[in-house]
């Protein structure tokens, strides 16, 4: 599985990327988990508001999300 969390590095941005870091360990899940900061890359997602995540290649969220949000996100693509 294949993680990304888009953001500027924002306090927002940088508690979704330890929120998705925490929620793999928890599950065990076999994924790659890198922070998108690069703006030009972040804006070929079509995102407007940051942070977002994206799965396997898709926006999966957008805004601030929680860390039951992530697991439930996770579980579901996982």
């Not at 928890?26 to 995102?47: F, G, R, T």
């Not at 290649?57 to 697991?71: H, L």
């Amino acid at each position: 599985m294949e993680i990304k969390v888009l953001g500027t590095g924002c306090s927002n941005c940088k508690a979704l990327y330890a929120s998705v870091e925490k929620v793999i360990k928890e599950l065990d899940i076999d994924a790659n988990l890198e922070k998108e900061e690069d703006l030009e890359k972040i804006m070929s997602y079509n995102v407007m508001s940051l942070p977002a995540l994206v799965i396997d290649g898709k926006v999966v969220a957008k805004g601030k999300i929680t860390e039951s949000e992530v697991r439930k996100l996770l579980t579901l693509n996982n």
